[in-house]
């Protein structure tokens, strides 16, 4: 059983900065890529950026300069330094985790977190 745990989100001021945290926890043979979603009310969820477990990262436009994603493989766990928000309303960062429990499991699967409200910038 894995278990998906976020934190950092909350009220976010323009120009400001929030950094959200998340952890894998449970029975994990391996974790492949990493990322961090986010959906506002109304809309579908959009990919903000992955990282591969090389450290390879991409981002969407929007986020390009402002946002960085890291990872620390030892402590399971994917982080999103977020600068620079802009006011652009309210919404839910979820993040993501690719991985396998078992070293027969053929590709990854996708676990994710609960979600954190971002309220106010993204």
């Known amino acids: 059983q894995v278990q998906v745990v976020e934190s950092g989100g909350g009220l976010a001021q323009p120009g400001g900065s929030l950094r959200l945290s998340c952890t894998a926890s449970?029975?994990?043979?391996?974790?492949?890529?990493m990322g961090w979603y986010r959906q506002a009310p109304g809309k579908q969820r959009e990919l903000v950026v992955t990282?591969?477990?090389?450290?390879?990262?991409s981002y969407a436009d929007s986020v390009k300069g402002r946002f960085t994603i890291s990872r620390d493989n030892a402590k399971n766990t994917v982080y999103l330094q977020m600068d620079s928000l802009k006011v652009e309303g309210t919404a839910v960062y979820y993040c993501?985790?690719?991985?396998?429990?078992?070293?027969?499991?053929?590709?990854?699967?996708?676990?994710w977190g609960q979600g954190t409200q971002v309220t106010g910038c993204s």
């Open positions: 993501s985790f690719d991985l396998k429990l078992s070293r027969d499991w053929g590709l990854p699967r996708r676990y």
């Open positions: 990282i591969a477990t090389g450290g390879s990262t």
């Open positions: 449970g029975s994990i043979f391996s974790i492949n890529a």
